[in-house]
DNA sequence: GTCTATAGATGGATAGAC
DNA sequence: GTCTATCCATCTATAGAC
């Protein structure tokens, strides 16, 4: 989808895709002009045509380019047949992989709306693919009666959320480092699907009998 | 900072931020035009520079008022003193809320980008102080030996992206009522936060002894 | 307070020279 | 493959009649 002239491999073509995601995560695609992409690789406007068809064309590519490599990254990832390991696995996969790519990740969420309907599906059902990873670890594990939870998809829905919010408030130079927050929603996590540290429970006995 | 001229309680003010939330919420305030805004209210498009001095101004009154009226609300809503029951009580409101006014709270989120910067960094007072609320309860929580968390402000952040995600996968007539998706959601925080009936034990216990 | 009309700017996209 | 030049649509915002 994404060459679609007599352009392989281009340099201009990369560097087009890397400028649009920049400007398009700091200020919306809808408020970018063609102009102001071309200006920040150092070329004219017209340029871009040679290696996309469109505006359109360029944040479709660079949705769906996104979508299949954090799927092929997921099932390269290390994973357990044990439910517990395999949903700590995915956690600090999901963490990292969306620290890393927090422009990515950013307008794959944001600019859903403007793609257009076919656009739209195609990074849907890959969305949903990889939603479906998650659901299927907390399937089987509260069959296998690891997990304390009530719904498997509405379950998958807030985890990803939780773990895809720290897109919006984790800066490099913070308070913690990526470890300690990577950490941190480990714990969360597993403590939301009921596997928690035996000091947890003191805690809560104790609130019980208050 | 709403009514600018002499429009006070106008039925056409009232209609235009409807419109203009409906119209943004579904495309995006950079997308949306003052032409389609008012084709909407049924009006001209000149018609609505006597309400508002310009889009910004709409776009900014919409978002601070809907942060106001959340401020609000949540100060509104049953609290008590044990941390456990004010955490339960934050998440069923906060569930309730984001689904009652989903347009709201989704143009809230989207176009923070294209606030200029005052209208940003009033917004963003406002979303702080509403966050502060969540965090405290935490924060008293863990003192007190209630909640098993290893950092409020995180947790804070966490639980608050994990409720407000319902925002964008929530639709009437689904598969659920809006009771079951509180019900499911105030389980998984308060197991988030260490919170857990005496049967979560069982199978977690059983998994580390598999 | 709303209308019509329009100024003035900027947008996506194309044509043709090099 | 990039340039310059430009077409044409559309946008925000204003002016002035009613």
Redesign the interface.
């Known amino acids: 989808m994404a060459r679609t002239v007599g352009s392989v491999g281009t340099k201009t073509f990369d560097e087009v895709r890397k400028a649009a995601l920049y400007l398009f995560a ?6 970018v002009s063609m102009r102001q992409i071309a200006a920040r690789v150092g070329v004219q406007a017209g340029a871009i045509y040679n290696h996309f068809p469109n505006k359109q064309a360029l944040l479709s590519d660079l949705l769906t380019q996104h979508m299949r490599e954090l799927i092929e990254a997921c099932e390269a990832r290390p994973t357990s047949k ?3 390991n395999a949903l700590e696995q995915f956690v600090r996969f999901h963490i990292r992989y969306h620290i890393d790519r927090a422009d990515e990740v950013f307008i794959a969420y ?1 600019e859903l ?2 793609l257009e309907p076919e656009n739209f599906r195609e990074v849907q059902v890959l969305r949903q693919r990889y939603e479906r990873v998650l659901r299927d670890i907390l399937r089987d594990g509260a069959k ?8 498997a998809p ?2 998958g ?6 773990l ?3 897109n ?2 984790f800066r490099y130079g913070g308070r ?1 480092s990526v470890s300690q ?1 990577e ?3 480990v ?3 597993m ?7 035996p ?6 006995l ?2 019980e009998n ?1």
Chains 1, 2 share one sequence.
């Not at 296998?144 to 719904?151: K, P, Q, T, V, Y």
């Not at 403590?191 to 540290?197: A, L, N, P």
């Open positions: 700091r200020h919306g695609y809808a408020s044990l439910p517990l944001m709306r403007n296998a009666g690891a997990f304390e939870i009530s719904d509405v379950a829905m807030a985890i990803i959320a939780m895809t919010g720290v919006t408030w913690l927050i950490e941190i929603y714990k969360m996590v403590q939301s699907v009921g596997v928690f540290e000091t947890a429970l003191l805690g809560a104790m609130e208050a």
